[in-house]
């Protein structure tokens, strides 16, 4: 079976720190994603990654990066964390090409005070 | 731009009934569908494919349709059950490789 593995279920940073939440998969697969989910917004896109050291912006980008250095782990990274911020971060990844499924980690609940 | 809908208020049946979700797209026409379970607390979990040239799909007690004309893919579950309880979410792509995904309708089924 596939496995995602998000290195968090639950994290508190506070304002204005540095915050990295890392995502592993073990299948070998070329895409991966980071989402946040907020209540009543659904699940929207962060980054994508489709290829080591690639990477393409999603919906909403701003206030996060992302590092790809290894095909099997994705960071997505607050370079100053803000209240804004506090959500649900979801990290995913797919086989390349059309029509396959993504598999998604645990999620990591992330609270900013 | 591209806009999915589901039906954002809950949807209570009883059990043994057939549920029926709706995903509604606009400004765009993808080449496939997918749904996905979601539990609380939990990262959604993949259900069904559907493409463009498939009506119908079925996985067990799982149908799903796609009607293009429409712009509309319908989710059903037969013979529901209360373990059948959770958000399911309609994820057409977002472009090449990617899946975007509607807000999703919580499914409550009453023993």
């Known amino acids: 079976d596939v496995k995602v593995t998000q290195s968090s279920r639950y994290l508190v940073k506070r304002t204005g720190e540095k915050v990295f939440l890392e995502c592993v998969q073990d299948m070998d697969h070329e895409n991966m994603f980071w989402y946040r989910q907020d209540p009543g917004l659904g699940l929207r896109l962060i980054y994508f990654?489709?290829?080591?050291?690639?990477?393409e912006k999603g919906d909403i980008p701003e206030g996060y990066s992302v590092s790809r250095e290894k095909k099997e782990r994705f960071s997505l990274i607050l370079e100053s964390a803000s209240t804004n911020q506090t959500s649900m971060y979801l990290c995913a990844s797919s086989l390349g090409g059309a029509f396959t499924e993504a598999f998604f980690g645990q999620g990591t609940r992330l609270t900013v005070v | 731009s591209q806009k999915i809908e589901q039906n954002s208020e809950a949807l209570n049946i009883q059990e043994g009934k057939t549920a029926t979700l709706t995903c509604n797209y606009t400004?765009?026409?993808?080449?496939?569908l997918q749904w996905y379970r979601q539990d609380p607390g939990r990262g959604p979990v993949f259900l069904l494919l559907i493409r463009e040239n498939e009506k119908e799909k079925r996985k067990e007690r799982l149908k799903v349709t796609f009607d293009t004309t429409l712009k509309q893919s319908l989710f059903h579950i037969t013979a529901s059950q209360p373990a059948d309880s959770a958000t399911y979410l309609c994820a057409p792509p977002g472009g090449y490789q990617k899946v975007t995904f509607g807000t999703g309708t919580k499914l409550q089924v009453i023993p």
């Open positions: 400004n765009y026409s993808p080449a496939y």
């Open positions: 990654s489709y290829d080591v050291k690639m990477k």
